[in-house]
């Protein structure tokens, strides 16, 4: 059974920094696709940035390339969210997702390539 759990979410001021992170525990294969999306309240959720735990492959939306770092820690079964140079249109709540075992992110990546959603972190910026 797939379990994510996000935290490190906050407030912050613009201009600042956040490191969101993702505990996925349950998977079989080692290799996985975690992907970091964001939801304002009244709007869908949203792409941010996914990882190829197995390869370390990254994909960003455009518009958090430059600011926004995904990785992982494969012997931790943690994937983080590193986001610099904040703004208030970062500010959301975020999720982290989980695709089928096993699978390899692809790019585009979208919501319904998901199965395994956290219970979300909120990042606030001011």
């Known amino acids: 059974h797939v379990q994510l759990v996000e935290s490190g979410g906050g407030s912050v001021q613009a201009g600042g920094s956040l490191r969101l992170s993702c505990t996925a525990s349950?998977?079989?294969?080692?290799?996985?696709?975690i992907a970091w999306f964001r939801q304002v309240p009244g709007q869908e959720r949203a792409e941010v940035a996914a990882?190829?735990?197995?390869?370390?492959?990254?994909y960003y939306v455009r518009s958090v390339q430059g600011r926004f770092t995904i990785s992982r820690d494969k012997a931790k079964k943690m994937v983080y969210l590193q986001m610099n140079d904040l703004t208030p249109a970062d500010t959301a709540m975020y999720f982290c997702?989980?695709?089928?075992?096993?699978?390899?992110?692809?790019?585009?990546?979208?919501?319904?390539?998901?199965?395994?959603w956290g219970q979300g972190t909120q990042v606030t910026v001011s």
């Open positions: 990882i190829s735990t197995g390869s370390g492959t990254t």
């Open positions: 997702a989980g695709a089928s075992d096993g699978e390899a992110c692809t790019y585009p990546f979208r919501e319904r390539d998901f199965l395994y």
């Open positions: 349950g998977y079989t294969y080692s290799s996985n696709c």
